[in-house]
């Protein structure tokens, strides 16, 4: 029975299931992490279906929703009418000092057992190095420039390297980011050397299709980005 | 030689600077400002989930129509659709799957629900059928923002729709647009239950990987 329920998974992104074997599949997800994200996975292909189909909306329909939401409690609301509430404010900025000064031990902790830290070098020797060029988009405002992201699939990590590359202002630097799902994760700050170069270790993890992109930033950096993305480019 | 400092306020440069990357990956970035704004509107955000609104309102009531074949309808199911998206946003989880992904699951459902309730009360058996499936593609489509965009995501689809069996586009577009359950879907097409789970597999799994879908989805 289990066999034929993970077959169930493609009709049940479509849509394509009766009643009772829709209540059935959607137990067994409950309890079937492969079935979960086949699920995911199917629904995203489905999703490019309905995203074909798309067709302006009748005109009055944004204006109705939008006033609809005002008075439309969210479901978050509701569960903390229920009296589940968060923590003040206090204690949740407590807790998350407490959790960043414990990973900051771990970290460290770590850092020293392993005392391997991946260097622009080790990248560079990697045998599965590929690279890809970044692009310098219309905020970069120097001369022609050559930049170029060299990564290693097998390290996750990556080099990017420039030649011809404008200063920034003293109380500025260029800062790398990896952008993936989420938000932008900050990945170093660098400036060029004297003659335009510059090579610069991406301090983040960085896996297949990620874009990496580089910001101008105040001096000391920042956590996430404000300044125009000034070249960008995916690995 | 110090490069002229730029000084506009950077709040206000980003949106350009995200631009300009949007030009290079257009769909994903697409997505993941989607992800971006559901999360937002998760916790309350009017203006977000207006942002959301706009982006996708489109494909809802699109998908929706297409479903239910019927324009008034079709308003009121994606009515329900886009206020419940605000409701349960607080439920939606990135690590899980993509925002449209979630928002039009949700629209094809209630649109499929709704056309099987109204099956009950009403005979579609002369509205549909194989002979009649249509294209998967609207030339309405064209009239929404992002043109050459979505031309170009059409065209993606459309080749990897191209690349399917005529079996497995049969099995997905009868499902998928006419709302028919995959038992049903057999005796149309006249072939196995498991042959027809196995091509609806196929063809969306072909369908997924057409669009470069996301590293970052599980």
């Known amino acids: 029975m289990t066999a034929d329920l993970h077959d169930l998974a493609a009709p049940y992104a479509l849509d394509a299931l009766d009643p009772s074997e829709r209540g059935a599949f959607e ?26 189909s798309a067709v302006p909306p009748p005109p009055g329909m944004r204006k109705r929703v939008l006033a609809e939401v005002t008075v439309t409690p969210q479901e978050r609301d509701v569960i903390a009418l229920a009296g589940r509430r968060r923590p003040g404010l206090p204690t949740r900025i ?28 080790d990248v560079l020797a990697a045998a599965d190095l590929v690279n890809s060029e970044l692009t310098a988009t219309p905020d970069y405002e120097g001369g022609p420039v050559e930049a170029t992201v060299s990564f290693s699939p097998g390290k996750g990590a990556a080099v990017v390297t420039f030649a011809g590359l404008e200063e920034v202002d003293p ?27 510059a090579q610069e270790l991406v301090d983040e993890e960085v896996v297949p299709g990620v874009t990496i992109a580089v910001t101008i930033e105040p001096a000391e950096g920042v956590d996430s980005p404000t300044g125009p993305i000034v070249f ?4 | 030689m110090t490069a002229a400092v730029d000084t506009r306020p950077r709040a206000f440069a980003m949106p350009w600077a995200w631009v300009a990357w949007h030009v290079r990956r257009p769909w ?3 997505l993941a400002d989607l992800d971006k704004l559901l999360i937002s509107t998760a916790g309350g955000d009017r203006d977000a989930f ?49 925002a449209t992904s979630w928002i039009l699951t949700m629209a094809h459902r209630r649109a499929v629900d709704r056309v099987r309730s ?19 593609f609207d030339a309405t489509a064209e009239e929404v923002v992002e043109l050459d965009e979505r031309r170009r995501q059409e065209g993606e689809v459309r080749s990897a729709m191209g690349g399917m069996t005529d079996l497995q586009r049969q099995a997905i577009e009868l499902a998928y647009f006419e709302g028919r359950t995959y038992r ?13 789970k196995t091509r609806m597999r196929d063809g969306l799994i072909r369908l997924r990987g057409a669009l470069g879908s996301s590293e970052d989805t599980p």
Not at chain 1, 29 to 42: E, I, N, P, S, W
Not at chain 1, 185 to 196: E, K, Y
Not at chain 2, 184 to 196: Q, S
């Open chain 2, 28 to 30: 994903a970035a697409r």
């Open chain 2, 184 to 196: 049903e879907v057999a005796e149309l097409l006249g072939v196995p239950l498991g042959t027809v």
């Open chain 1, 171 to 197: 109380s500025l630097t260029y800062e790398l980011w990896v952008i993936g799902a989420g938000e932008p994760r900050p990945a170093g700050l660098f400036r060029p050397g004297g003659d335009g170069r």
């Open chain 1, 232 to 235: 960008a480019g995916s690995v």
């Open chain 2, 118 to 136: 109204e099956q009950a009360s009403r005979d579609r058996t002369e509205r549909v059928g194989i002979a009649e499936s249509q294209p998967a």
């Open chain 1, 27 to 52: 137990a067994h997800l409950g309890t079937c992490a492969d079935c979960r994200g086949a699920v995911a996975a199917l629904q995203e292909g489905a999703a490019h279906l309905a995203a074909l």
């Open chain 1, 94 to 121: 407590l807790t998350s000092v407490a959790a960043l000064v414990l990973l900051l031990a771990v970290v460290a902790l770590g850092v020293n057992l392993l005392s391997d830290p991946t260097t622009a070098a």
């Open chain 2, 50 to 98: 207006a942002g959301l609104y706009d982006a996708i309102a489109g494909a809802v009531f699109g998908t929706v129509r297409r479903v239910l074949r019927d324009d008034a309808m079709a308003e009121e199911v994606a009515q329900d659709v886009l206020l419940e998206v605000w409701r349960t946003a607080p439920r939606f989880d990135p690590d899980r799957g993509r």
